[in-house]
């Protein structure tokens, strides 16, 4: 019986710095997996970084654009299916673009979970994947991709396991220091008591670590491939043999589980094979 990985997001990007260590690893162990991108996302970079709202900023041509190097960052990345499904990116939460009423994040969640759970029907995964909506990043197509998917796993009985995306906060601290010994002037980040406090909370939540050493090189690749956005990223900038230890394990919640699996686990899948 061939298992099935479904990984739900919000934007082109997102299946590559969350989830695309576990997309690559377990592609290679013969793993179906599924990608669905809620959005297009319309409010990323134009060209030479020009941003929305300013001259020279195209909707329709970024969400071609990000919607390509979806496809190609899926090719490094060996997922099986690719489903896209339309939505307007709602841009950042003081953003005044999330207030129209095509943004994603107004779509009723019922109609979102309806497709998401279609998908789940067509692809019968084993496992779904998607944001923690409780995390410090509150950005609205997260949550509402989030909030959808929880309601989508309700309305069936197929998946076995659901998991929230989440990154401890040592890590990040460990990216800016290996910014700044890269030579890279980074500022120092503020965070708000309420940020720190949800940070460690989700830290405390962590069940689930997967090695994806082996296949970093791969997540690195479908990173890059999103160079529309990332061209001057942090992650480009990090020495590979340092970006080996801190971004080596993707580290996931459970938030479902049928399979009686202890925890801490090391594979989404424990339980299942």
Not at 88 to 97: C, I, L
């Amino acid at each position: 019986m061939t298992l099935t990985l479904m990984a739900v997001h919000a934007h082109p990007d997102d299946e590559a710095s969350s989830t695309g260590g576990v997309l690559a690893r377990y592609s290679d162990e013969g793993i179906t997996t599924v990608v669905v991108t809620c959005t297009n996302g319309e409010f990323g970079d134009g060209p030479d970084g020009i941003k929305p709202g300013d001259n020279g900023h195209d909707t329709a041509d970024v969400a071609q654009t990000r919607l390509a190097e979806l496809r190609e960052s899926c090719k490094y990345l060996g997922v099986t299916e690719l489903e896209a499904l339309g939505y307007h990116d709602s841009g950042m939460p003081d953003w005044e673009y999330r207030h129209d009423p095509e943004a994603f994040c107004n779509v009723p969640i019922e109609t979102v979970a309806g497709r998401v759970s279609s998908l789940i029907e067509r692809y019968r995964p084993d496992v779904v994947v998607t944001y923690d909506p409780d995390g410090t990043y509150q950005h609205p197509d997260h949550v509402h991709a989030s909030r959808a998917t929880i309601a989508a796993v309700e309305m069936t009985p197929l998946p076995a396991k659901l998991y929230f995306t989440s990154m401890r906060r040592s890590q990040w601290l460990q990216v800016m220091q290996a910014l700044r010994e890269a030579g890279s002037d980074v500022p120092e980040w503020e965070f708000t008591e309420d940020d720190v406090r949800k940070m460690h909370e989700a830290e405390e939540r962590i069940t689930t670590t997967v090695d994806i050493t082996s296949v970093l090189d791969r997540k690195r690749a479908a990173l890059l491939a999103h160079a529309s956005q990332i061209t001057d990223s942090w992650f480009t900038k990090i020495p590979p043999e340092v970006a080996g230890s801190i971004f080596g394990k993707e580290t996931f919640i459970r938030f479902l589980d049928k399979t009686g699996a202890s925890v801490p686990e090391s594979d989404l899948f424990a339980g299942l094979r």
